[in-house]
Every structure is written in C-alpha cells, then in structure tokens.
C-alpha cells in the first residue's frame, strides 16, 4: 500500500467515515457492506468502485483496513474529482475534495469537511446514520438478528466480511451517541448499535443482491437506490432508523408479533431494504401489512376501526404513550379509524418504533396515505374507491358520488388522480363524512344537492319556484323546514301581495307534505307558495334549488285569489274564532250558478261582510251549499244596508277572537292572526283583483277557495251567515256578467261596488295587519317571559 | 382560582338551558382584585370545559383571539379524542396537541 497522506480535515472525515463503517468497532476492519455502500454513495460507476477496492487492497486483504479504507476513500475522492484512478494519485493528487457521497450524505459530508475544518465535532452527518434502536436490548431481537444474520450469512457469498452480526442491542442512547463523534467511546457503542443494523442492512444488501443476482461484491449490494439510500440514511436519522427497523421489524414481525412467520421474517428482512426514503414501505412488507389489514378487516378498502387497531398494535407491548403518537401520526383524517394506508403507516411506525427508532415527530412522506398508494397501487388496490370510503361504513360511495359533486366540487377533480383523492379522501374523511351523511339524508338527487330553506322571496312567481324546489328536492329537511318555516316566520309580512298568496298553513302543509300535488295542481302550489310567503314573508325561502318556472301571472293572481280562499278556509280551520276577513268577493263568485243576480249591492255588501273576518266561513259554505246562496243573497241583500255595522261587528269580532286566542296561546294567535290578516289581505287583494279582473276569471278563483273553504268549513260556525254573505256577493257578482248583456250599467255599478268593497277591505286588512303585529309583540313578550322562567326551571 | 372558575362554569351551563355549545363564553368578569387575570371559559357538546386563564398585564386579548383559541384547542382535542389509545380523562400527553398549545401560547404573548 503506498504511503497515505491525508490532510486534517481529510484524517477527520476519512476517521468517521470509518468509523461510521466500522460496524463492529473493530477500528480496524470495516464492513464491507457498509463500505460498498458508502462507495455506492459516491455516486461512482461500479467499475470505479471495483477499482478502488482493488486499489487499496481491499480485495485483497477480504476486508477494509483502516488504511485501505482511507485510501479507498482518497481514490473516490479522486475519482469524483475527475482523475484517473492511480494508486499514485493517492498523494499525487494534491487539493483533492473530500470524496462525496451520495447527495444527503454528501451534504452532511460536506458539512462534515467543512465542519472538519472548522469543527472536528460535526458529527452530525452520523448522527443520524444509525440511531441505535432503543430497544436493542432486547434479547429477542438478538435472536431473530441471529436468524437474519445467518441467512444473511448464507445468502451472503459475496461479503466475506460479513462480521459476525452479534445482534448487539445498540444501547439506547446511540442517537445521541452518534450525534457525539463517533470517535469517542460513544461512537464505539454507535458502532455497535452500527452493528445491528449493519448486519441487518447488509443481509438487505445481499438479500437484494440475492434478488438481484447481483454478481460483483459490489454489484451484489443491493440496488443503489436502497445502498444510498442507507448511506442517506447515514445522512439523516430517519434513514437510520428504517435501517434499524427494518431488522427489529423482522424481530418484531417474529417475536412480538406471533402472526410473524419465518417467511413473513425473511420477507420483511428482505422488505426492509430501505429505498431513498427510509421510511418508505417496501412492497413486501406492504403485503405484509395488508395481509395484517385482511385479518382485522377483510374489506381492503373498509376502516378498522379505533378500537380493533388498539387492540392489535396493543400485542405490539409498546407504551401505551407511543402507540398514541403512532396513532396520531398515522390516523390521517383523524376519524378514529384506520383506512389501508393509515393501517400500513402505523404498522410501519410500529415496527420501527419497535427496532428503536424515534417516532417522528410528523408522519413522513413515505408513510403519508396518498404516497404510500402511490407507491403501492398494486397493493392497495383499485384507486377509484379507495381510500377506505367505498368500504367505509361512511356514507355509501354512490351516494358520495352523486351528492359529492354538489357537495365538493372537487371531488371530480381529485378522482382523476387517484392518489391526490385518496389524499383528499382520507384527509378529509372526516370532514367528507359529515357532508356525505348529509348528502345521504337527501335523496340522491342531483338537484337537491343543496337542500336547506331558502328565504322565501316575496314575488309569486319566485315562490312558485321555491315551492317547486322544496318539492323536487323531496328531501325531509327541507320540506319539513320550510312548512315549519313558512309557518313560524313572521306573520306579519306583506299582506297586499302575500296575503293574496298566504294561505292557511294547513294547506301549504298539506301541499308540502305531498310534493306530488303540488306539482299536480300549480294552483295549489301557488298557493302553497303564497302560503310560504304569508308565513314567512322574508323568511328564509324553501329550498335553494332551481325552482321551476314561476307561474304565469295570471294564473298567478288567480291563485292568489285561490289561496286566498284557502287561506281563509286554513285560517278559519284554524282560528278558533276563525274570524277572519276574508275576500269578500271571493265567496259569492264561486256561487254564480246559483247565485240569482241580485244585484250588484249585495256583492258589494257580501265584500264589505266579507272584509270582515267571517269571509272565510262564508265560503266554506258557500260551495257545498249553492242553495244557500240564494239565502245568504236575501241575506246578503240585507245585511248589504248593514254593511258597516256589520263591518265594525266582524272588526270586533276579530279582535275578541284575536283576544279570546291570546290567552290560549300567543302563538297560535300570531298564527290566526296572521293568517286572519293574510286572508283578509288576500280576500282585498283578491277583491280588488276581483273587481279589477274580467268577472269571469274571478270566479273561478272564487269557486277554489270556497272548495277550500269548504276543508275549514267544518271548523267555522260563526262563518256561515258570513260566508252566506260571501256567496251572496260572489253570487251577485257572476250573475253580473250574465246581465252584461243585460244591463250595462248593473255591471258597471257592480264594478264601482267591488270597487268600494276592496277599499273596504284593504282598510280592514290594513286594520287587521296592525292588529296582528300587537298580537305578535305579546307573543314575543310572553316567549321571553317564558325563556326567562325556564332556566329557574333547571336550577 | 380555577375551580372556582370551574364553579362559574357550571353555572352558566345551568343557566344556559338550550344553547349548550356554547363556543364562546367569555367571562371577563372574573377578575380578582389581586390576581388581575381574565378567565375565560368554554364548552363543548360533550360538557368538556376548557378554562382559560390569562393575565391582564400583557395588552387585553381580543375576543376574537379567545374565541380562535378556543376553536383551535377545541379541534386539537377532537383529535385527541380520536385516537383509541387515549381514555378519556387521562392527562393528554399528545405530542401534537401539545404542540398547538405552546405555539398558541407563544403567539399570544
């Protein structure tokens, strides 16, 4: 061996490297393995590599000598610095770099030369070489390090220096003893901590060389990729600590876990080889992994659940402590459950935590669930639904498909790649579960993706279309909802235009409950919208989506007058007192068949009677009872000179009612009240819609309502005489356009008094309007009073 | 202090009756004469009380802080919950929870 001279900072990281591959702290022999692999780290062609071995004689001697080691090392220096390998260029080539090593080591290599020269205690490239697993002391692992080593021995023909891989346990400390300079007696248990996993490492190398049929010393090795990265595990600690996992895994795999199998050990000696990252996951303990994954959970792409995992990684005996960090590390979404990857995360923490290596801080890449499908895709298999949700017992993947779209947008996106969704997917499992759940409640209706009460807008046609969205989207909450909110919202809302469409909760309920009809019927559904608006004039409107088509106006207004009926017909039903004013004119439209043209007085009266809150009742009757009308126009005709009185009757009858009702609940009250002042607007509107509008189209809304009266008719007694009055005025109202022919003028008298009737009414509705809003105010107060008691209820 | 801040905790919730996820209960009023610290409660769906005590000298923390606090440890500690090996009631030894509070802490004083 030629002489040898080495600069200081080349002695110094010359001493690590050496120590660093004197494994058994021979300080004289290294390992060849380690050598090999450090060589490979230089990054040089094997060729190269052969030829320095052959150069400082290592071939030779069958193993590294210190000086052959420095010389190899001085020749890779030269090597990488371009010169041709002499062995005169030991000490001929002058200034030469300090060889480089695979990149991360080279860096800590480089930090190691610059620290040499600045600082002889870097050791900080070996710090992390090979942390000394903790648990080395563990007798068990000496065995199965016995068992490795020796199959390592016998499949290792190409190390003869395959030292004695005396399972020394490293002692704990061997991190931060190899943080220290190895040189130092601490290094001496870092070379024996080195050993460990040197030996382990090397069965890997030869393992893969084996595998590889690698024929060279060198090319033995395992691949360069696994080699540097051992050396980059040099480099970093986690590199290391894959090293030492790998082995304790396979001690592990044997001893603490009793699934371990012979196989299963050789298999996992053989996946421990470490890739670039050293935290990766080899593919065989992959399957592994997911053949643990099958014994807990059959269903590959289904979770374990928080309690199953304890219990398995609990036969692990590690600290419960760890096992929580592991646990935290691993349950990426943080669901309590563990899905394929997060199961193969942990378990690799676990192994690696068993052979002694620290537990991150945060999960590594490698370990990180999307990249461990990257990694594995033929493991985990099928991408698209994967990531546990297909199996999960979350919200069924069609479900999540269909509701996804509209619930996250990017759920199309991720599902293209397959890595970034079971990325996604599982970070955000627990955030999709929620969504999915609530996708799942609705129907899986793509346009009841969005199924929450929407503020229901105040123009018809708007509510139409809310109506037909809370329809389409069927879904419980919103149909539920949005009654219950068309009903609890204020009550006091627009009445011009939506007591024309309020109508009686009952019906909108009704029509909500069976989507169907209203979609059978628009008038119902208007009204049902109206109703909506009347319960909830700005109340959050029913349902967000695309409502259809609003109805057309006409038919709109017409509706309104329908619902009005309604309305009264619901609100009677309602109201105790069921006074409330209804349309006058709407009553006696429906009647004209057998309203005898009385005269234009008594519709006119019949409006002003029906201003008052008794329309409603009229109504009811009026359809089922067309004799009536004959009566009720007699009547009507009658009470036609009473109007007023009977005006300022019916007011007062409203407010008694409306106070008979306050004691009985505000609520309820708010609701009649509301619903009295909605028909009562409505009935104005309509009335004046009524007297507006061609005869003709009025009675027909007429006729609905008092078909819809005719539901609340039972619960209205008081309403006959007024519905009475009702018919007779809607009664003399269609026989007016029958006398068209016959008298102009009558129908041009009957015009002026629908006229007046709806200025009566609209002063009435305003009445009532004003009414129902102090009718509100004690409610508010009572609820207040009320939550004011409750809480001395619980104490 | 912080039992009887506990004290004042219960109460609320007593009295809270309906609105029990209270995310934000600041009570300011507790202010010793010479402790000089604000104590700020919190609770959850589950009951779990989180008490904050904070000192007066450094400049008053917003409620808004408080209140992203809260929400912060609030979601530090569901994951807490999540994980199996943690029984409830234990003292929380999670590395990464932890980690949050002391960030947290760090970036309000």
Partial sequence: MEGLTLSDAEQKYYSDLFSYCDIESTKKVVVNGRVLELFRAAQLPNDVVLQIMELCGATRLGYFGRSQFYIALKLVAVAQSGFPLRVESINTVKDLPLPRFVASKNEQEARHATSYSSDSENQGSYSGVIPPPPGRGQVKKGSVSHDTVQPRTSADQQEPTSPVVSPQQSPPTSPHTWRKHNRHSSGGNNERSLAGPGPFWSPFGEAQSGSSAGDAVWSGHSPPPPQENWVSFADTPPTSTLLTMHPASVQDQTTVRTVASATTANEIRRQSSSYDDPWKITDEQRQYYVNQFKTIQPDLNGFIPGSAAKEFFTKSKLPILELSHIWELSDFDKDGALTLDEFCAAFHLVVARKNGYDLPEKLPESLMPKLIDLEDSADVGDQPGEVGY??????????????????????????????????????????????????????????????????????????????????????????????????????????????????????????????????SDPEQIGSNVTRQRSHSGTSPDNTAPPPPPPRPQPSHSRSSSLDMNRSFTVTTGQQQAGVVAQPPAVPPRPQPSQAPGPTVHRPVDADGLMTHTSTSPQQIPEQPNFADFSQFEVFAASNVNEEQDDEAEKHSEVLPVEKASDPASSLRVAKTDSKIEEKTAASVPANVSKGTTPLAPPPKPVRRRLKSEDELRPDVDEHTQKTGVLAAVLASQPSIPRSIGKDKKAIQASIRRNKETNTVLARLNSELQQQLKDVLEERISLEVQLEQLRPFSHL | MVHTSLDVVDEKISTMGKALVDQRELYLGLLYPTEDYKVYGYVTNSKVKFVMVVDSSNTALRDNEIRSMFRKLHNSYTDVMCNPFYNPGDRIQSRAFDSMVTSMMIQVC
Avoid: C
């Avoid at chain 1, 297909?390 to 069609?398: T, V």
């Avoid at chain 1, 969005?450 to 809370?470: A, D, F």
């Avoid at chain 1, 919103?478 to 235009?497: G, H």
């Fill in chain 1, 390 to 519: 297909s199996g999960s017992p979350a919200e069924a993947p069609p479900s999540k498909s269909p509701s996804m779209p509209s619930l996250n947008q990017t759920w199309p996106e991720l599902n293209q790649s397959s890595e970034q969704w079971e990325t996604f997917s599982e970070r955000s499992s627990s955030s999709q579960t929620l969504t999915q759940f609530d996708s799942n409640i609705a129907p899986a209706d793509p346009d009841t993706a969005i199924v929450h009460p929407v503020p229901i807008r105040m123009t018809p046609s708007k509510i139409h279309m809310q109506e037909m969205e809370l329809k389409r989207t069927g879904s419980d909450h919103t149909n539920p909802t949005s009654p219950l909110l068309v009903k609890s919202s204020d009550l006091s809302e627009e009445n011009k235009i939506n007591s024309s469409v309020k109508f009686a909760s009952g019906n909108t309920v009704d029509g909500y409950s069976s989507s169907d009809s209203f979609t």
